[in-house]
Structures are given as structure tokens and as C-alpha cells.
């Protein structure tokens, strides 16, 4: 039955799609690639699903065996999670900072906030994971995670949201877009031109779908990406231009032209954790360290931008902007 596979056969089926071959898997695990395809033949068998089929002398994984590999990542971040912990327990290591990042934030900016950090707690063992919002969040409140920098806030007593990395869109495009001569990007001028665009049940997506209405903007829309670091990829791909926060453009490499965006649109993260945790002082200190890389680094960036600005042009959305 369904409930008698074993975590062996899990690592074998994440080795095989991981590494697109039986061989490989085998290699990666250790083991023989007989041994390889028992442990996958067990787990259909506890499944009872179909998860491979052979095409041309290789396996391909069905969909159903995509989504278990996908739902299977939660579990996996969690065990190595643990395994880390046990180990720094029998050594009576240091303490241990847990945090969870969105994707787009994996960059620049969080390894310059981890290092200051470090700086000031040398002795600390730092565990960093990503993940959606909907993961980090349910890790934060199963206290597996001792802070998350996530799109939207955590809708519990126990647990503080601080909105952080606030600012305003920006549109990124190709360097031989023909936009690159103008020095702010008004949302009349993406009329007509190819546009990435999030997912229809993103936030983003409806505020801008917003503004576009608002001025009666309608650019071409290409593919709808699910965040804003794929947006990024996309439109290095040549797919159009694309609305991100300034996070995802200034902290990773990209040789993308960015320009400011009007009307501004204010969107934000959410710095969330319990406000009852026992490493109470390590989360204070890393606080501190965000705010601090932020205005060192992105203010100073996004004033010389923001100069260029008029005054009195922000877009308002009903609802609180947050990007994926």
C-alpha cells in the first residue's frame, strides 16, 4: 500500500529524475543500477503508480511522477534540515540560525546580510533555505525555521510580519530594446510591445493588469511567469520587457537595462518569525543586518533612480502590493 515506501526508494526515484538516467543514479547513490530499479519497481509497486515509462532505452517520468518529485522536495529540505541539527547536536556545535528566502532573494543581498552577521556572531551555524511563500510559511510556524523573508504576511498571533525592502517597480528590457533611450519608462510606452507578465492569480499580475486599464495600455503578452526571477529569465530570453521589484533586478548579475517605472507602484516583502523564539537575540541582530546592507547598498541605488521621478506620480493599489 501507499503508505509503506520507505525513504530509500524516494531517494532512488529523485536520483533517476534528478540525473535523467539509471546510470547516473546509481552512480550519484552508490549503489548498483540492478538496485536502482528495484527501489523504483518497489515504490510503484507501494504507490501504485506508474512513474516511469521507457522510451527509446531511457526512462521518462510521467506526470504523475513530476508532481511527487515536486511535493517531495518539501520533505527532503526538511530531513537534510534535521540531519544537520542532530550532527551539530552530538558535536555540541554552535547555535543555529535557520532562515527562509524566497528565490529572487537568494543573491547578492542575502550573502552581504549573512556576512555582516556573521561579523557580529562568528560562532552562530547559519542554515539558509529557499522556497515559496506557502513553504516558508508553514516551516516558520512548525518552527523549523527561525525567519522568513516572504511576498505576504503570516496571519497568525504568534508570529510578527515586518514589511521590508520596500520601493516602487521597475522595468527591465534587453539592452538593445528600443525603450533604452528614455530615461523613465511611463506605462504608455510598454503599448503594443511584448510583455512578461505573472501568473494570472498573482498579486502583481492584478495590479498591473490595473494600471494598464487605468491608462489604457495594452501590451502584447507573451508568457506569464510565476516570479520574478523567472520574469528576469524571460525577458533575457527576448520574450519583451517585464515589471520587477528593484531586489530581483540590482542583486544578480543581469545585463539587462533597468529603468525606473511610472506610475511608481510601492510593493514590499515580509520579514516574518515567531515573536516568542529563543534565539530572540540572533533575530534582533539579523534585523539589524538586513536594514543595514539595504540602505548601504539598494537605497543608494534606488535615490539616484528615484531623482529622476516627478513628484507627485505613485500608483495606488487597494491592495498591498507584494512581488512573487
Known amino acids: 500500500m501507499c503508505d509503506s515506501f520507505n525513504i530509500r526508494q524516494m531517494e532512488a526515484f529523485r536520483a533517476v529524475i534528478k540525473h535523467g538516467s539509471v546510470s547516473r543514479a546509481a552512480n550519484s547513490l552508490f549503489i548498483t543500477q ?5 527501489l523504483i519497481s518497489a515504490l510503484e509497486e507501494d504507490v501504485e503508480l506508474t512513474l516511469f515509462e521507457r522510451r527509446s532505452g531511457r526512462l521518462q517520468p510521467t506526470p504523475a511522477a513530476l508532481k511527487l518529485y515536486e511535493h517531495s522536495d518539501r520533505v527532503f529540505t526538511e530531513l537534510s534540515q534535521l540531519g544537520r541539527e542532530i550532527k551539530l547536536l552530538k558535536n555540541e556545535g554552535p547555535r543555529v540560525f535557520s532562515i527562509g528566502l524566497l528565490p529572487v532573494l537568494a543573491s547578492r543581498y542575502s550573502a552581504e546580510v549573512c556576512k555582516a552577521f556573521r561579523e557580529r556572531h562568528p560562532t552562530v551555524h547559519l542554515s539558509l533555505m529557499t522556497g515559496n511563500s506557502a513553504m516558508i ?7 523549523k525555521l527561525d525567519v522568513g523573508i516572504i511576498s505576504t504576511p503570516i496571519n497568525h498571533p504568534a508570529f510578527v510580519s515586518e514589511s521590508v525592502l520596500g520601493s516602487s517597480l521597475v522595468c527591465v528590457m534587453p539592452q538593445d530594446h528600443p525603450l533604452t533611450s528614455k530615461e523613465v519608462i511611463h506605462v504608455q510606452d510598454l503599448h503594443q510591445f511584448e510583455f512578461v507578465d505573472y501568473n494570472p492569480n498573482d498579486q502583481c499580475s492584478a495590479v498591473q493588469s490595473k494600471i494598464f486599464d487605468q491608462f489604457n495600455c495594452r501590451p502584447k503578452l507573451t508568457i506569464n511567469a510565476t516570479t520574478a526571477s523567472l520574469v528576469m529569465n524571460l525577458v533575457e530570453s527576448g520574450f519583451g520587457v517585464g515589471l520587477v521589484h528593484p531586489a530581483t533586478a540590482y542583486w544578480r548579475k543581469t545585463a539587462l537595462c533597468i529603468k525606473p517605472f511610472l506610475p511608481q507602484t510601492p510593493i514590499s516583502y515580509y520579514f516574518c518569525h515567531d515573536q516568542n523564539l529563543h534565539n530572540a537575540d540572533l533575530i534582533q541582530s539579523f534585523t539589524e543586518c538586513m536594514h543595514q546592507v539595504h540602505a548601504q547598498t539598494f537605497d543608494i541605488r534606488c535615490n ?5 521621478y516627478p513628484k507627485t506620480t505613485e500608483y495606488s493599489s487597494p491592495d498591498h502590493t507584494t512581488p512573487a
Not at 540492478?34 to 528495484?38: E, L, M
Not at 539616484?304 to 529622476?308: D, E, L
Open 304 to 308: 539616484k533612480m528615484h531623482n529622476v
Open 34 to 38: 540492478s538496485a536502482v530499479s528495484k
Open 137 to 143: 510559511k508553514d516551516l516558520l510556524i512548525s518552527r
